[in-house]
């Protein structure tokens, strides 16, 4: 049975705090002053292929689209890990998931009423950015645990609106994650496969009834936090207009203090929902329609900032957490020419749409240098003017969106849980391990002569190459022998409630 897909370095803060004339005299190259607003808005699930300005035919998306003409669009960003967790934990703290520990080599993500969460070692770009005196804001799904020492507004948020987790889990009358491990535990494939057929049915004909997720808003307070349910089940067709709606009023609130807005829609991770103003709207069906609403909702936010007198001070960036998720057919999205989907570290499964605007500010055009969600932190702080960056997987990609020089980033290592399937360097990359996900071929293949790909010629991936270009094998196995000699792993996270269990299932 498959399981269910599913250093620490020193804070800054204290350095931070005081904007002396040591710390300005010391700030990095790349500081902007006034400091910029950020807004990063997170798609769930987005493919490569699901926008117009990426390819779409049908679905319309005409604010992400002219963010793009007017900003840049970049064909070659990635995400640290194919599935949701340990790609947000990557973005919020620009360090690779098996460097945080925010992974599993068992259980993919995390499920609700784990324990643990998000851990108190590792920094967060909201706390960075709010010891510089930026107001921070997350509104929409958070999924780095559920647990209340996890929440946002415990790891540098200043304000939460939005769920926890995934909009399906918490099925009602379905097996919970001790029940789905014991039947996986017990080897009932039966019991599995009973339960997994019932959640594809529901992913079909969606109700909200059936998800009982909860909206959680949560702030900081003086002596504390306020934290409240604001409705459980969620109204899902709701979200992705209530989190727009929390987020202008957050940037409208900030008055003069710089602000990082980090927008992580629940959409349009399956089950799918949209408000009547977007149901039955689009040519293509309800992932049209919710993709449609997504789009409007980046019109507001750039409308609230037109408004705000903010627009020209903004970065904003707009990409995805992970691939398309492939099996769920019509519900899910697409990955345009890129090789499989989510789950799995094809192109795929990590290679998202990242779309950037900064008016005047950004050398516009298409990008085709290497980036990823890992660089943001050290990007973003960097231009705080904080140098923050000991300890991070990330480089600072300014040098290209102010300038459209090369990316610092040459490398693009590519994990699944806790392994290190293929190696991106430059245009090549190698593929140690492939395997398929969510029961869809390839089956799980360890290579002895890895394959090889050149990402230019070949960007689906079709042509291995590997027989011809043995110096180049040869270089990408040197920057991985590199690459893992930099590394101090952490034992996975996601995986401690698995192993309680297993270790009580012995003990009993
Ligand atoms: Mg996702």
Redesign the pocket.
């Known amino acids: 049975m498959r399981t269910w897909t599913v250093l620490v370095w020193l804070a800054v803060a204290a350095a931070g705090c005081g904007g002396n004339t040591a710390e300005e005299a010391a700030a990095p190259a790349a500081a902007v002053e006034p400091r910029p607003n950020f807004v990063v808005l997170f798609a ?2 987005l493919g490569y292929g699901d926008l117009g300005s990426y390819g779409h035919p049908y679905n319309r998306t005409p604010h992400l689209d002219a963010l793009a003409a007017a900003g840049q669009r970049w064909t070659d960003f990635y995400v640290a890990s194919p ?2 967790s340990p ?1 947000r934990g990557a973005l919020l703290t620009g360090r690779l998931p098996v460097r945080t520990g925010l992974y599993g080599e068992r259980i993919g993500v995390y499920f609700p009423n784990d324990p643990g969460g998000f851990p108190d070692r590792e920094t967060t770009l909201a706390e960075t950015l709010s010891a510089q005196g930026y107001r921070t804001g997350i509104f929409g799904k958070w999924h780095l645990g559920d647990a209340n020492a996890a929440w946002p507004t415990r790891h540098g948020f200043d304000e939460w609106l939005g769920l926890p987790y995934s909009n399906d889990m918490d099925d009602v009358g379905q097996p919970d994650f001790d029940d789905l491990m014991a039947i996986s535990l017990s080897g009932d494939n039966d019991g599995m496969a009973a339960a997994m057929s019932v959640r594809a049915e529901r992913y079909a004909a969606p109700k909200l009834e059936y998800w009982n997720v909860p909206l959680y808003a949560s702030k900081r307070t003086d002596d504390g936090f306020a934290d409240e349910t604001i409705e459980r089940p969620a109204d899902q067709r709701t979200l992705t207009r209530r989190y727009t709606e929390a987020a202008i009023e957050f940037m409208q609130a900030s008055g003069d203090a710089p602000f990082f807005v980090y927008l992580p829609y629940t959409m349009p ?1 399956t089950p799918l929902f949209r408000s009547d103003a977007f149901t039955e709207r689009s040519l293509g069906g309800r992932y049209g329609d919710v993709i449609e609403e997504l789009d409007w909702s980046v019109g507001e936010i750039v409308k609230a900032l037109t408004e705000l007198g903010k627009l020209d001070n903004t970065l904003v960036l707009f990409t995805s ?2 691939g398309p998720w492939l099996t769920m057919r019509t519900e899910g999205g697409r990955a345009g020419l890129l090789r499989h989907g ?1 789950g799995t570290t094809f192109e795929g499964g990590v290679r998202v749409p990242a779309i950037f605007s900064w008016p005047g500010r950004l050398a516009p055009g298409v990008v085709s240098e290497l980036g990823s969600t890992l660089d943001l932190y050290v990007t973003l702080t960097l231009l705080a003017g904080v140098d923050s960056n000991a300890g991070v997987d990330g480089y600072d990609l300014s040098p290209v969106l102010l300038q459209n020089l090369e990316s610092p980033r040459r490398e693009m290592p590519y994990y699944r849980n806790g392994t290190l399937y293929a190696y991106r360097l430059g245009q090549w990359k190698a593929h140690f391990i492939t395997e398929g996900a969510y029961r869809q071929p390839p089956e799980r293949t360890e290579h002895d002569v890895p394959e090889l790909y050149h990402l230019l010629d070949d960007p689906s991936e079709r042509f291995n190459v590997a027989a011809q270009q043995p110096d180049v094998l040869a270089e990408i196995e040197a920057a991985v022998a590199a690459h893992t000699a930099g590394l101090t792993r952490l034992p996975p996270e996601f995986d401690r409630r698995l192993v309680a269990l297993m270790d009580s299932a012995e003990g009993g």
């Open positions: 769930d699930d599935v949701c790609s991770h957490d992970n989510k």
